[in-house]
């Protein structure tokens, strides 16, 4: 049996950033049950949006600590991975609604404007907001490449010597006070500690936890610009999350002649047998409707579309813990459709809890109180 000091399953990006920072750590091995960089899970696509902008003050730090290991990972392998392009919180003005991540961005020293509708409108053309609209505009926001910036964590992993092996599912986990050992059909491995960043799949792989967890299948949508372009490009166009209307998008990026639009909320709830590829057709209308409204210069012709897994905690925290049983497995999950931005440095707290002893809190100076397994009320 090959022996290593941590075995990571799951080749997303939070496995993938685990393995990244456990690999220069010790002997370390990724199993991944798909293809390498496959599209059944949460992880792939060709953006993600980067913000720093939360209403609580430990996702502000998060983002900040994510924001600068994105950077180290740029730094090690040459890949631009942080497109920036600016961030826009679309909410009611009056309702207060933006107040919390205002206050939260301000309290960490995180530069931020607060714009009316009218303001909006003249510096950002494609946005045709009313006067009803107030917004945040963070500078910093950025377009994380997805699949490309996991595809650059599984590199940069390999190149300090962690060994990754693809389409070799875990079947079995057998935790021990001394260790660990997984079994896969090539065979059984054993390890000092175990990380299970599987996304959809980690109720799944510990049953016994009886976890929470709730997948939906989203979807996003590639629609067409209008003849004039130019208000749709990065630089003149930010990144947005629209309360009003419900959804969330990207100026050009990915294609030459679409933005990228989706709706945050609404999707449905499946079993993973279930998942598909396919667009759903009514869900797809409202969200190009809600487009067209706020972005009246968008031809809005659907050209393209992609769904992907969110795994939702009930209140939409990550785990981020010990097996409450067995202390040398580590979970690292629950995405909740926004983990990405992330990635990096959930990656590195789950290299902290599989590397050192004692309490999970004190393995990591990073603030993961809110991710407690405790907190789910599991046996
Ligand atoms: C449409 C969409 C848009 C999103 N937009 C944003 C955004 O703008 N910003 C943001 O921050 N986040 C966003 N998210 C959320 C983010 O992408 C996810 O939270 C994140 O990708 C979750 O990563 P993960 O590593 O936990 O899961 P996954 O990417 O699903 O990885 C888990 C991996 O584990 C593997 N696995 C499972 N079981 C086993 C097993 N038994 N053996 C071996 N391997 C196994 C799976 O095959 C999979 O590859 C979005 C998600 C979606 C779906």
Same mark, same amino acid.
């Given at each position: 049996m090959q022996r290593f000091d941590t075995i990571v399953i799951g080749a997303g990006v939070i496995g993938a950033a685990a393995a990244w920072r456990l690999a220069g750590r010790g002997r370390t091995l990724l199993l991944e049950q798909h293809a390498f960089l496959h599209e059944a899970g949460s992880s792939h696509g060709g953006s993600r949006i980067f913000r720093h902008a939360y209403e609580d003050r430990e996702h502000v730090r998060l983002a900040v600590a994510a924001d600068a290991l994105w950077g180290e990972l740029e730094a090690a392998t040459g890949e631009r991975l942080l497109h920036r392009c600016g961030g826009l919180d679309l909410g009611t003005a009056g309702h207060g609604e933006l107040d919390g991540i205002e206050a939260a961005l301000r309290a960490e020293g995180r530069p931020v404007e607060r714009l009316d509708g009218a303001a909006v409108r003249a510096r950002f053309p494609a946005f045709g907001v009313g006067d009803d609209v107030e917004a945040l505009y963070q500078p910093d926001a950025a377009i994380v490449p997805a699949t490309r910036a996991v595809a650059t964590l599984l590199r940069a992993a390999a190149a300090e010597g962690a060994v990754l092996r693809d389409r070799e599912p875990v079947r079995a986990i057998d935790a021990a006070a001394d260790g660990v050992e997984v079994t896969t059909p090539a065979g059984r491995y054993g390890a000092e500690r175990l990380v299970v960043a599987a996304g959809p799949w980690l109720a799944g792989v510990l049953p016994e936890l009886a976890l929470p967890l709730r997948v939906e299948q989203q979807q996003v949508l590639y629609l067409r610009v209008g003849a004039d372009a130019r208000a749709f490009a990065p630089g003149r166009m930010p990144?947005?999350?629209?309360?009003?209307?419900?959804?969330?998008?990207?100026?050009?990026? /990915?294609?030459?002649?679409?933005?990228?639009?989706?709706?945050?909320?609404?999707?449905?709830?499946?079993?993973? #047998?279930?998942?598909?590829?396919?667009?759903?057709? /009514?869900?797809?209308?409202?969200?190009?409707?809600?487009?067209?409204?706020?972005?009246? &210069?968008?031809?809005? #012709?659907?050209?393209?579309?992609?769904?992907?897994?969110?795994?939702?905690?009930?209140? /939409?925290?990550?785990?981020?813990?010990?097996?409450? #049983?067995?202390?040398?497995?580590?979970?690292?999950? &629950?995405?909740?459709?926004?983990a990405f931005k992330f990635g990096p440095v959930l990656g590195e707290i789950a290299a902290e809890l599989a590397t050192h002893d004692g309490p999970a809190e004190r393995a990591t100076d990073h603030p993961i109180g809110g991710f407690a397994v405790a907190r789910l009320g599991t046996p």
């Open positions: 990144l947005f999350i629209d309360r009003h209307g419900g959804i969330y998008g990207f100026p050009l990026f /990915e294609r030459p002649d679409a933005v990228k639009v989706s709706a945050h909320e609404g999707a449905p709830t499946i079993r993973l #047998e279930d998942r598909s590829d396919r667009i759903d057709p /009514e869900r797809a209308a409202a969200t190009v409707a809600a487009a067209r409204r706020l972005l009246p &210069g968008l031809d809005g #012709e659907l050209v393209g579309g992609q769904t992907c897994l969110y795994t939702k905690t009930p209140d /939409e925290r990550f785990v981020l813990d010990r097996h409450p #049983e067995h202390p040398r497995v580590v979970l690292a999950g &629950g995405g909740s459709g926004h």
